[in-house]
């Protein structure tokens, strides 16, 4: 069994608390869009329509604000306001969700976790349905902007999940193999992602939005990524 020398995360769900850096942001950014229609009120159909009740603030783990890129978003929201120019819809879906992205709660130390996987050999790597610059600016709030040795948003010239391309291009840009690979994310797309690519390890995180249900394309599903090194230590597969 090849032995695992790269870590490729997800970022929202992930490295981020899903719920606690995005739950307030769904409401806003939905109002925005829906206020350039003239009417804030349909805020909660786009919600709804995206896949988050605003009543009980529960997200459907398979829905596009779950893992959809923004620009699926702002295609799906502009079809239902009517808005014929979905760029002008996806500059403030972009715009509203990169606000929100910069005041993000971590699910653990991340520079301190990044920090002993770098030292123990592994390879790491960040690839999030979100946009690339946005990502590049919450990593450096988060402070591991410079423990990466890859970065890759939908937006990057890979394609978005769950196609596998951003898995395909952090191998080519660190030389790994897709079997070298462990894929750490927290939705059905990351876990559907790291099959699509072939990558050697599937782990399921549960800070997303995903129960642990509905990651059962996963190879295990710990808590939280604090978890990953025992888990790691568990399966032999330190470089």
């Known amino acids: 069994m ?55 603030c529960v997200l459907d783990p398979a829905s596009p604000l779950a893992c959809g890129t923004n620009d699926e978003i702002a295609v799906l929201w502009g079809g239902h306001l009517g808005v014929e120019s979905h760029l002008d819809l996806r500059h403030w879906v972009s715009g509203g969700f990169e606000r929100f992205g910069m ?35 919450t990593l450096g709030a988060l402070g591991v902007d410079g423990l990466l040795d890859f970065i890759a948003g ?49 782990v399921g995180v549960l800070t997303g939005a995903a129960p642990r249900e509905a990651l059962g394309m996963a190879d295990h599903v710990i808590d939280s990524i604090a978890g990953l090194e025992a888990l790691i230590d568990g399966l032999g597969r330190a470089p």
């Open 154 to 202: 939908a937006d990057s010239g890979h394609g978005g999940k769950p196609g596998p391309g951003m898995l395909h291009a952090f191998c080519r840009a660190t030389g790994l193999t897709p079997a070298a690979i462990a894929m750490i994310g927290d939705t059905v797309a990351d876990m559907a992602m790291a099959r699509a690519g072939a990558a050697g390890l599937a």
């Open 2 to 56: 090849t032995t695992i020398r790269g870590l490729l995360f997800d970022k929202d769900g992930t490295l981020i608390d899903f719920f606690a850096t995005w739950g307030a942001a769904y409401q806003a950014v939905a109002t925005e869009v829906a206020a350039l229609t003239g009417d804030p009120g349909k805020a909660d159909e786009l919600l709804r329509l995206g896949g988050y009740d605003p009543a009980t």
């Open 103 to 137: 005041k993000p709660v971590p699910v653990t130390d991340l520079p301190a976790l990044f920090r002993r996987l770098r030292a123990r050999g592994y390879t790491l790597g960040v690839a999030t349905n979100d946009h690339e610059e946005p990502t590049r600016a």
